[in-house]
Structure formats: structure tokens, C-alpha cells
């Protein structure tokens, strides 16, 4: 079965960190652009970070990401992860991983794979 799962759901006061990761099936992770996207309540889904193919592996954060996320890929366990620090209650969303063979539908969210989606909330 082709698909996404995520790991890593949480209640964290603000400032604190929080760790998601997200596991491929079916397909390898670095034949794809991979990244995070999350969805606050009553908002937009909105893009965070982004990684091109492994050959490539080009960078990009959101301005909202930049200096508190962290995206990887682990090749070895073909999973991905958004490591979050000095969380604000402004992050409590679901948050998505996705990927695709194509970084500019990753970066549309467009992405043909998706995971569930993983609840976060910063709330002290």
C-alpha cells in the first residue's frame, strides 16, 4: 500500500519543542520533493518547509518555519521529520507531510501523497 503516516501528535506548552515524523510505503522518499504544510483552525493550509530531490536536496522554510523548524530525511528508514522548537500557540494546527516526483506541485499543494495529518496544539 502507497502511502503516508505521520507520528508524533501533541499538546506542548509554548516554548517547548516538539518532534513529527513521517513514515513512506509503497515508494521511496528520495526519488520525491518532500515537505510539511499545516492547516490552523479556520485558516488556509499553508506551506512550511520544503526539501528537493536527495541528488539535490535544496532547502526552503517558510517565513513562519524559518529558525524554529528543521526538516530532514533519513534515507535509511525512508521517513521524514519536522523537528519544532520555541513552539507559539499561533502553531497549534494539523499538520501534513506530502510528497511528489515534482517540487512544484509540492510547493502548490498539489503533492500526490499526503499523510493524515497530526494535531498540535501550544497551550499552556
Known amino acids: 500500500q502507497v502511502q503516508l503516516v505521520e507520528f508524533g501528535e501533541g499538546l506542548v506548552q509554548p516554548g517547548g519543542s516538539l518532534r513529527l515524523s513521517c513514515s513512506a510505503t509503497g515508494f521511496t522518499l528520495d526519488d520525491r520533493a518532500i515537505g510539511w504544510w499545516r492547516q490552523p483552525p479556520g485558516k488556509e493550509r499553508e506551506r512550511l518547509a520544503c526539501?528537493?530531490?536527495?541528488?539535490?536536496?535544496?532547502?526552503h522554510y517558510a517565513d513562519s518555519a524559518k529558525g524554529r523548524f528543521t526538516i530532514s530525511r533519513d534515507s535509511a528508514e525512508n521517513t521524514m521529520a519536522l523537528q519544532m522548537n520555541n513552539l507559539k500557540p499561533e502553531d497549534t494546527a494539523v499538520y501534513y507531510c506530502t510528497a511528489d516526483r515534482l517540487q512544484t506541485k509540492l510547493v502548490l499543494g498539489r503533492g500526490d501523497y499526503w499523510g493524515q495529518g497530526t494535531q498540535v496544539t501550544v497551550s499552556s
Open positions: 526539501i528537493s530531490i536527495s541528488e539535490d536536496g535544496r532547502i
